[in-house]
């Protein structure tokens, strides 16, 4: 069955340093996510991105926050300045046809800002 | 936006018993409703959802029924087995973007 992957498993990075998540979504999904989990805390949404650009935000996702679809595979999250409250678990998921259908997730990319 | 709440946060239970996790919505226009497992160290992974114009559906040991006038859904998981224990999570969507709302979580623990 396809999977969506992310690299790298676990990051580590000192405040005020970018990261970049990368994700394989599932290829024949049109529509693309990045959600963060704070230990222990609920699955929060971050971005959609869909047709190459971001279809919705949260609050969350501020300036500091980017997206990109590189190529045809590729879809990545881009911290510019990391920050300590940005540790978390960061999920990328895809799907087929946006709100209607089955979000389905990689295992998440742990960042810690220290 | 949609506000998702669900409990209880924790639920422990015997080996063979039945397990029910229940969550609400706010909005009304909330038609899509998936669940998800999530194990320790990976990704939530859908187990069954549910549609608004469906009131139950059945996946084997696992069903979900929905109350549109009440606004909120169960899950529902049968003769429960060790490998059951997990983090649940409900989910919903509006209906108003590609967006999903998802409740606090519920912690599994089937006890052999």
């Known amino acids: 069955e396809p999977e969506v992957t992310q690299t790298p498993s676990h990051q580590v990075t000192q405040m005020g340093q970018e990261v970049i998540l990368r994700c394989v979504p599932i290829s024949n999904h049109l529509y693309f996510y990045w959600y963060r989990q704070i230990l222990g805390q609920k699955v929060e949404f971050l971005v959609s991105f869909y047709n190459n650009e971001i279809s919705e935000k949260s609050e969350i996702f501020d300036d500091q926050f980017s997206v990109e679809r590189p190529d045809g595979s590729n879809f990545t999250l881009k911290i510019r300045s990391t920050k300590l409250e940005d540790s978390a678990m960061y999920f990328c998921?895809?799907?087929?046809?946006?709100?209607?259908?089955?979000?389905?997730f990689g295992n998440g990319t742990r960042l810690t800002v220290t | 936006g949609e506000n998702v709440e669900q409990h209880p946060s924790t639920l422990s239970v015997q080996e063979g018993d039945s397990a029910v996790i229940k969550c609400t919505y706010s909005d009304s226009a909330s038609n899509y409703f998936p669940w998800y497992k999530q194990e320790l160290g990976k990704g939530p992974q859908l187990i069954i959802d549910?549609?608004?114009?469906?009131g139950e559906k059945k996946d084997q040991r696992i069903a979900v029924t929905l109350n549109k006038t009440a606004k909120h859904f169960s899950l529902h998981i049968t003769e429960t087995q060790p490998e059951d224990s997990a983090v649940y999570f409900c989910?919903?969507?509006?209906?108003?973007?590609?967006?999903?709302?998802f409740g606090t979580g519920t912690s599994l623990t089937v006890i052999p």
């Open positions: 989910a919903a969507n509006p209906n108003t973007g590609n967006q999903f709302y």
């Open positions: 998921a895809s799907n087929q046809q946006g709100g209607d259908s089955p979000l389905h």
């Open positions: 549910i549609r608004s114009n469906v």
